[in-house]
């Protein structure tokens, strides 16, 4: 039997999920959804449906409401009635008009290269004792 590249996995309006979900083709949410998704497909967000996750997948439809860091290797849609809370990283990113976002983005053919790669942590370097000791002069006039 032929593979169907078109699927679509729907969580219901009822239904209310907690945890991690992956998934190779396309997902549409119409209830709510918390934890971490992963995606190599589309991930859609219906008008009524909130989703408090980190996310990253080819492509993000928002209507509803996302709470939590996006991350789309292709593009993030936020139609009239999505509120966006979170940072949002992709390559192309389309807002229509009525659409919230707060956070920070990144977007263009670069903004998703080092997605999933951790960004290397500076070290504190412990300074001298005379330096941490030394009090500053005042201020001359």
């Given at each position: 039997?032929?593979?169907?590249?078109?699927?679509?996995?729907?969580?219901?309006?009822d239904t209310?999920?907690?945890?991690?979900?992956?998934?190779?083709?396309?997902?549409?949410?119409?209830?709510?959804?918390?934890?971490?998704?992963?995606?190599?497909?589309?991930?859609?967000?219906a008008?009524?449906?909130?989703?408090?996750?980190?996310?990253?997948?080819?492509?993000?439809?928002?209507?509803?409401?996302?709470?939590?860091?996006?991350?789309?290797r292709d593009?993030?849609?936020?139609?009239?009635?999505?509120?966006?809370?979170?940072?949002?990283?992709a390559t192309?990113?389309?807002?229509?008009d009525?659409?919230?976002?707060?956070?920070?983005?990144?977007?263009?053919?670069?903004?998703?290269?080092?997605?999933?790669q951790?960004?290397p942590?500076?070290?504190?370097?412990?300074?001298?004792?005379?330096?941490?000791?030394?009090?500053?002069?005042?201020?001359?006039?």
């Amino acid at each position: 039997m032929a593979e169907n590249t078109n699927q679509t996995t729907v969580i219901g309006v009822d239904t209310h999920i907690k945890g991690e979900m992956s998934f190779d083709n396309n997902a549409r949410i119409l209830g709510s959804f918390e934890g971490q998704i992963n995606a190599k497909g589309e991930l859609q967000v219906a008008e009524g449906a909130k989703c408090k996750a980190t996310v990253e997948a080819d492509a993000v439809l928002v209507d509803g409401v996302v709470e939590g860091d996006v991350t789309a290797r292709d593009r993030v849609q936020l139609n009239p009635k999505a509120r966006v809370s979170g940072d949002l990283v992709a390559t192309k990113l389309v807002v229509a008009d009525g659409a919230a976002f707060t956070g920070h983005c990144r977007v263009g053919p670069d903004a998703t290269k080092n997605v999933g790669q951790k960004a290397p942590v500076a070290e504190a370097k412990p300074q001298n004792s005379q330096q941490a000791n030394k009090q500053p002069e005042p201020a001359r006039r």
